[in-house]
């Protein structure tokens, strides 16, 4: 069944500590995007893609990096993790034409 | 600086009522789509209106477009306490490549 996943739904970790946020597809889409989401709050586009070795920053200015090695995936990297990223993190994804996006569930991260 | 703003923040209505969630934003726009975004999960599409457009209907969704007020209604008619959730329109930019999301609707439908 064509989705898009991500994982770890929820995730608490130390200050400092190196993390990814991970996000699949099986639909196809060559578009990817990671949007920053606080509680009660909008959503941040902090990064997305175009396609594969495709990356651009979003409208968030984010210490989080992305890669695109595959069509289908599109990882999320904290090289040191601080309380101020503490948020819900959505992945999403289209197939171009009127950018309708795909929404994975979100992981929800703590930083302690 | 944010496109899209809906109002109003917070709806509380009966089941059986109709909800009405208005949204507006600030520069040129190809097409508005509006989402529902269930309490701490992902969001998913609801409707998507283009710019030449005046009115989309999808089952009990009404959305209407006035380019002229940069503004834009979602009307959801016989709510059911199963549309308790927070409604989020979102605007494109130029090339159709990223969204700009408004701070969200969140309507609570009680039975």
């Known amino acids: 069944e064509a989705d898009i996943y991500q994982t770890p739904r929820y995730l608490v970790i130390g200050t400092g500590k190196k993390i990814t946020l991970e996000c699949s597809q099986t639909?196809?889409?060559?578009?990817m995007y990671w949007y920053q989401q606080d509680p009660g709050m909008e959503l941040h586009l902090i990064h997305y893609?175009?396609?594969?070795?495709?990356?651009e920053k979003g409208d968030l200015s984010s210490e989080s990096t992305v890669s695109r090695i595959r069509t289908e995936h599109f990882p999320l990297t904290l090289e040191s993790a601080r309380p101020s990223h503490t948020s819900q993190y959505l992945c999403?994804?289209?197939?171009?034409?009127?950018?309708?996006?795909?929404f994975g569930p979100g992981t929800r991260l703590t930083v302690l | 600086s944010q496109q899209g703003e809906e109002d109003p923040q917070a709806l509380s209505i009966q089941e059986g009522e109709n909800a009405t969630m208005n949204c507006s934003y600030k520069t040129s726009i190809n097409n508005l789509q509006w989402y529902r975004q269930n309490s701490g999960r992902g969001l998913v599409h609801l409707i998507l209106i283009r710019s030449n457009e005046r009115e989309k209907h999808s089952g009990r969704l009404r959305v209407t477009l006035d380019t002229s007020k940069k503004s834009s209604s979602l009307l959801i008619t016989a709510s059911r306490a199963a549309d308790t959730a927070s409604y989020f329109c979102?605007?494109?930019?130029?090339?159709?490549?990223?969204?700009?999301f408004g701070k969200g609707t969140m309507l609570l439908v009680s039975p």
């Open positions: 639909m196809g889409h060559d578009k």
């Open positions: 979102a605007t494109d930019g130029e090339g159709y490549s990223t969204l700009t």
């Open positions: 999403a994804s289209s197939d171009g034409g009127y950018n309708e996006q795909f």
């Open positions: 893609s175009y396609g594969v070795n495709s990356t």
